[in-house]
């Protein structure tokens, strides 16, 4: 049975930082794209930033961009998310999520993603 179990929420002032990880199990997603999405209270899911099985392509929305890294270590089986400079309105749950084996591409919608983990809290103060 596939998992993703991510890990790192909190809560921090803003201009902190906070690095969030999401181990997979049940198969290995080295060859699979794989993004970071979240979801603030009364919105929709929206996507972060992906990353392609390789690591070589990196992808972000461009409210994050320069702020949010994304990166994997495909030997753990993990992706990470490194969010620095952080916002209020960065305050959401955050989903990690994979795409199916063979997949191709990091599209920026919901649907294409096959896997979800549980999600994390992240909390920015003003």
């Known amino acids: 049975q596939v998992q993703l179990v991510e890990s790192g929420g909190g809560l921090v002032q803003a201009g902190g930082s906070l690095r969030l990880s999401c181990t997979a199990s049940?198969?290995?997603?080295?060859?699979?794209?794989m993004g970071w999405f979240r979801q603030a209270p009364g919105k929709e899911r929206e996507f972060v930033a992906g990353?392609?099985?390789?690591?070589?392509?990196?992808y972000y929305v461009d409210s994050v961009k320069g702020r949010f890294t994304i990166s994997r270590d495909n030997a753990k089986n993990t992706v990470y998310l490194q969010m620095n400079s952080l916002k209020p309105e960065d305050t959401a749950v955050y989903y990690c999520a994979a795409r199916s084996i063979g997949s191709r591409g990091v599209p920026t919608t919901t649907t294409f993603y096959r896997y979800w983990g549980q999600g994390t809290q992240v909390t920015v103060s003003s």
């Open positions: 990353i392609m099985g390789s690591g070589n392509s990196t």
């Open positions: 049940g198969r290995t997603f080295s060859s699979t794209a």
